[in-house]
């Protein structure tokens, strides 16, 4: 597995887990569902994601989407 898709994977399962707690607790999670959308649009307009930063500290490959300036052509 590489970064993009752990990002993918994590963003992913915050939106379901946000989802069912809107639906089995309270409404007021709806906050977590639009702090994970922001931060994705952040992402994809700035380059830089702390959850691919994390997980590149941990060790996993980077994909093309998050690998930084240089690879990108």
Partial sequence: MNVDRA???LA???VLLSAALVWLVSPYWLLL???V??????????GFCPAAAI?????LKAGCAFAGPASRG
Wanted: aromatic letters at 16%; charged letters at 5%.
């Fill in 55 to 59: 997980f590149g500290k941990l060790g």
């Fill in 12 to 14: 992913g399962s915050m």
């Fill in 7 to 9: 990002v993918f994977v």
């Fill in 33 to 35: 569902t639009g702090f």
């Fill in 37 to 46: 959308g922001l931060n994705m649009l952040q992402a994809a307009f700035t």
